[in-house]
């Protein structure tokens, strides 16, 4: 099966980083969450309650990213999937991808970032 459910491009102001800049002037991190799920029987009922809402989705992701603030990117993916994982049993896998346009690191680039996949259990 090769269904999902992707909201991308989510875009949340925070003060995550590693570095004391990022901590005190904050930035805008960008996030997608994909989300593998059979979407089958949603499809024939054409009811809600037969898929996974992803205005909630949102919400989740929006209550960590805009949360308290954390060093490191890969510790907010595993609390975003593991909170998709927990409270929506029609997912079978969650992918988070979390970028930052600007962190203060001299160069040029359109971002940098992690992904992370995580089965649901």
């Given at each position: 099966m090769h269904d999902t459910i992707f909201l991308n491009g989510l875009k949340f102001y925070g003060y995550h980083g590693a570095l004391a800049a990022e901590n005190e002037i904050g930035q805008i991190f960008i996030v997608d969450v994909t989300l593998k799920v059979d979407l089958?029987?949603?499809?024939?009922?054409?009811?809600?309650?037969?898929?996974?809402?992803?205005?909630?989705?949102?919400?989740?992701?929006?209550?960590?990213?805009?949360?308290?603030?954390?060093?490191?990117?890969?510790?907010?993916?595993?609390?975003?999937?593991?909170?998709?994982?927990?409270?929506?049993?029609?997912?079978?896998?969650?992918?988070?991808?979390?970028?930052?346009?600007n962190p203060p690191i001299p160069g040029h680039y359109d971002g940098v970032g992690i992904e992370i996949v995580r089965e649901n259990d």
């Open positions: 089958t029987e949603a499809g024939h009922s054409d009811d809600v309650a037969d898929t996974v809402h992803y205005g909630e989705v949102f919400e989740d992701v929006k209550a960590i990213m805009e949360g308290t603030a954390v060093n490191l990117l890969e510790h907010l993916a595993e609390r975003i999937a593991k909170r998709i994982n927990s409270h929506y049993n029609r997912v079978m896998e969650t992918k988070v991808r979390i970028t930052k346009e």
